[in-house]
Structures are given as C-alpha cells and as structure tokens.
C-alpha cells in the first residue's frame, strides 16, 4: 500500500500568513489521485481538494493544491481564523486507499 | 441536499460483532459508491471498505478477513459488521459517498459515530 508521510506534524502561524503543507507518497501516485481534508474538534472531514489541485464545491481560491507524482502541495495564502484545524491527505489512485497522519495548523 | 447518518451501538463487548448501519437521504443509494472509514481517538484516517448497489465491495486487506458490508437499497441504507472486535476497533467510525468511483475522494460525510470495545 502507499504510504503517505505530511509534514510538519504542526505549523504554527498567525492570520494573514501564508501556509504550506506537504505530502509525500512511498511511491507514485496514479493518475494524481491525491485529496486533501480539513478537520475541525467533533467534526467529519470536509474535502478540499482532489485530483491534486481540483478545489471542492464552496472552497475559497486562497486554497490551492499542487504536486504531481510523489510530492503534493496544500497552500493557503492568507489565513483566516476559520483555517485553524487538523489536514489530512488522501491517496485514490490504488488500493487501499490511505490517508496522510495528518498535519496539526495552529494559531501562533 | 445530501446526508449521511450513522446508527448502531456505542459499546461493543470484545470478541463481539461490531454492527453499524449508514442512512442516506437526499439522493438515490444506487448511483454511488459508499464507504466506511474510521478515526481512533487522537489517530489517524483508516478507510475500512465500500460497496455499490451492484453487490460489489471492496475491503481494506487489514481488515478484510473481519469486515461485511452489505445495502438495502428499498431502505436507502448500507450496514457495516466487523467481527471480533478488541479494544484497537475502538473508533469513530464515518460513512461517506465517493464522489464517482470505485476508488475516489470522499464528498460526502456523515457526522460520525463513536465505537468503545470494552467489557
């Protein structure tokens, strides 16, 4: 199975800064099947991205996915109070799907 | 507007069979793909299986030999057993619709419900 290692573990930033994310595959990721998640305290993931830079229905375009093959991006250029959560990545492209560990983005 | 509700037990005895099931509203059970996937407290996403109205399934193969899944589609609904359970199927445990395929993003979420093995 592939194996999805994101890091950093936690970013901490302020509102307004900018935040990169990475997401690293043990090996190719077929066709670009990569997604990314955002997690809230109680809640269920809500998918931001899929076929590594397709935003979901309602995401704002200061979120933005990018990367091919093994290395994918999650970027978001000006954080808002809202952002603060836990992201997961996602791989599609084999069986089994699996998921990133997931990186923590707090409030510095 | 789509939703998804989970149902089932919130304590499992260990050695028993874990039984949830997973009802949707707001769009017709047969045209998706639908899975399970679950969240030990604290860790990480695990995807369990899913299934299609056409009685195919897919399992995650670190589970494979103690998952079921099954639909009822009169019902609008999908079930989920997993047999001999111990305190490591401790989860909350998602259903969720892929968005077209077999293998896909997950677009659609339930709220999620809490698993506890413990005697």
């Known amino acids: 199975e592939i194996v999805l290692t994101q890091s950093p573990g936690t970013l901490s930033l302020s509102p307004g800064e900018r935040a990169t994310l990475s997401c690293r595959a043990s090996?190719?990721?077929?066709?670009?099947?990569l997604a990314w998640y955002q997690q809230k305290p109680g809640q269920a993931p809500r998918p931001l991205i899929f076929?590594?830079?397709i935003r979901a229905i309602g995401i704002p375009d200061r979120i933005s996915g990018s990367g091919s093959g093994t290395d994918f991006t999650l970027t978001i250029s000006r954080l808002e109070p809202e952002d603060f959560a836990v992201f997961y990545c996602?791989?599609?492209?084999?069986?089994?799907?699996?998921f990133g560990q997931g990186t923590r983005l707090e409030i510095k | 507007q789509v939703q998804l509700q989970e149902s089932g037990p919130g304590l499992v005895q260990p050695s028993e069979t874990l039984s949830l099931t997973c009802t949707v509203s707001?769009?017709?059970?047969?045209?998706?793909?639908w899975s399970w996937i679950r969240q030990p407290p604290g860790k990480d996403l695990e995807w369990i299986g899913c299934?299609?109205?056409?009685?195919?399934?897919d399992y995650n193969p670190s589970l494979k030999s103690r998952v079921t899944m099954s639909m009822d589609t009169s019902k609008d609904q999908f079930s989920l057993k997993l047999s001999s359970v111990t305190a490591a199927d401790t989860a909350v445990y998602y259903c969720?619709?892929?968005?077209?395929?077999?293998?896909?993003?997950?677009?659609?979420w339930g709220q999620g419900t809490m698993v506890t093995v413990s005697s």
């Open positions: 707001g769009v017709s059970i047969t045209n998706y793909y």
């Open positions: 090996q190719s990721v077929t066709s670009n099947h």
């Open positions: 076929g590594a830079s």
């Open positions: 996602q791989q599609y492209g084999s069986a089994p799907i699996t």
């Open positions: 299934i299609h109205y056409s009685g195919s399934t």
């Open positions: 969720a619709r892929n968005q077209v395929l077999r293998y896909d993003v997950f677009n659609v």
